[in-house]
Antibody
Framework: EVQLVETGGGLVQPGGSLRLSCAAS????????MNWVRQSPGKGLEWVSV???????YYADSVKGRFTISRDTSKNTLYLQMNGLRGEDTAVYYC???????????????WGQGTLVTVSS | DIQMTQSPSSLSASVGDRVTITCRAS??????LAWFQQKPGKAPKSLIY???SLQDGVPSKFSGSGSGTDFTLTISSLQPEDFATYYC?????????FGGGTKVEIK
């Protein structure tokens, strides 16, 4: 059974840093495209970043240059390093696994429970 | 960026009703379209990918259709557990983008 468990959220001051972790079980992180998606309180969903099985990464413009997605093969864990945090980064952050179909490897299937990041002084 | 527009933003329906939600893309996305269900305080759940393919374990009362710019999600007979917010998402190009959501409430 696929499981994704995010940790690392919390309260951080503007300009600060935080690293989110997503521990995966039931599949191998490096064999799949893995994503981070966030949801501001009471708002909709916003895609943040993806890391391909081959290691390529892509980011939303709103986080480019501040956030870094990575993974640890030995721990089967996905990470999101967040630097230069702003108030508008306040959100629940979800780790999302993708699977490949005949047309795309960006097909979301499994979501973690999310971890709340609050950026405030 | 590709804009995804859902309509309506909310609807009220009764148990047993057939419900249809529409999602429109600002440009042609072929069938790179997914639907998600989210209940209050919970993570989203994947329902449909490639516009019309059901994720494993999703009941057949959910169906999706469309291609190009216009898509629909249909729930054939609404049940109490289906009251939630539904989102569409395009994965044709970066940045991946979501619709604003449709909240399905009990009439």
């Amino acid at each position: 059974e696929v499981q994704l468990v995010e940790t690392g959220g919390g309260l951080v001051q503007p300009g600060g840093s935080l690293r989110l972790s997503c521990a995966a079980s039931g599949f191998i992180v490096t064999n799949n495209y893995m994503n981070w998606v966030r949801q501001s309180p009471g708002k909709g969903l916003e895609w943040v970043s993806v890391i391909y099985s081959g290691g390529s990464t892509y980011y939303a413009d709103s986080v480019k240059g501040r956030f870094t997605i990575s993974r640890d093969t030995s721990k089967n864990t996905l990470y999101l390093q967040m630097n230069g945090l702003r108030g508008e980064d306040t959100a629940v952050y979800y780790c999302v696994k993708s699977h490949c179909t005949t047309i795309s490897c960006l097909t979301f299937d499994s979501w973690g429970q999310g971890t709340l990041v609050t950026v405030s002084s | 960026d590709i804009q995804m527009t859902q309509s309506p933003s909310s609807l009220s329906a009764s148990v047993g009703d057939r419900v249809t939600i529409t999602c429109r893309a600002s440009q042609d996305i072929s069938n790179y379209l997914a639907w998600f269900q989210q209940k209050p305080g919970k993570a989203p759940k994947s329902l449909i990918y490639a516009a019309s393919s059901l994720q494993d374990g999703v009941p057949s009362k959910f169906s999706g259709s469309g291609s190009g710019t216009d898509f629909t999600l249909t729930i054939s007979s609404l049940q109490p557990e289906d009251f939630a917010t539904y989102y569409c998402q395009q994965y044709s190009s970066y940045p991946l983008t979501f619709g604003g959501g449709t909240k399905v409430e009990i009439k």
